[in-house]
């Protein structure tokens, strides 16, 4: 069974904080890595991705960082706001067009 | 107008009831697929359909069925629902000719309850 594990399950930070998520994956049949947002009674978004030859790919305030060798990635926010608190879920795409998610992280942003 | 749209949004159902959902797209993917979500456990992939005649088993597949109407609609049906079925339930669609193969446009979900 591919699996991608995700942490924290939960996160609290502070406004203007960095929030940090991890995910480390199993399989080395994945092409691509991305992240979804999801708010509350929402489906899950597309918010940002990075490819395997890469080693961060920033977005504004959003950034991927990508370890190869250690097979794990992270989504770093920085200055963390309000609007950002949103439940984050990595993913891997397989080589066979199928996305692999992780568990789950629930972000909240205090003022 | 959503470009993804799923019906119902919320359903309580009994076990043992046939329940369908349904997923209807306007905008023009090729691809669908069915995601079943549950707290602690992400999103699970149940089914998907690279097109109107290729449908493949996901991740947990037991259980479920599904039906590719049309490129535009994708349902899916729990023959005999039980109470571990009770989840979020999402549609997403992609396009096998975008640049962002690892993009899924996703539903707005349907609640299922079965009691």
């Known amino acids: 069974q591919q699996q991608v594990k995700q942490s924290p399950q939960s996160l609290i930070v502070q406004k203007g904080g960095i929030s940090i998520i991890n995910c480390a994956y199993e399989n080395t049949a994945f092409d691509y890595f991305p992240w979804y947002q999801q708010f509350p009674g929402k489906g899950p978004a597309l918010l940002i991705a990075?490819?395997?030859?890469?080693s961060e790919k920033k977005e504004g305030r959003f950034t991927i960082s990508f370890n190869k060798s250690a097979k794990q990635f992270s989504l770093h926010i920085m200055d963390s706001q309000p609007g950002d608190s949103a439940t984050y879920f990595c993913a891997s795409h397989h080589n066979t067009d199928k996305l692999i998610f992780g568990t789950g992280t629930r972000l909240q942003v205090f003022p | 107008d959503a470009d993804v749209t799923q019906t119902p949004r919320n359903r309580i159902t009994k076990t043992g009831k046939r329940i369908m959902l349904e997923c209807s797209q306007t905008k023009g993917h090729d691809r669908m697929y069915w995601y079943r979500q549950d707290p602690g456990l992400g999103l699970r992939l149940i089914y998907y359909?690279?097109?109107?005649?290729?449908?493949n088993k996901g991740e947990i597949s037991d259980g479920y069925s599904v039906s590719r109407q049309a490129q535009a609609k994708f349902s899916l049906s729990l023959e005999s629902a039980i109470p571990n079925q009770t989840a979020l339930y999402f549609c997403a669609t992609s396009d096998s000719t975008s640049g962002k193969i690892y993009e899924q446009y996703f539903g707005p979900g349907t609640r299922l309850t079965v009691t």
């Open positions: 359909s690279f097109d109107v005649k290729d449908i």
């Open positions: 990075i490819r395997p030859d890469v």
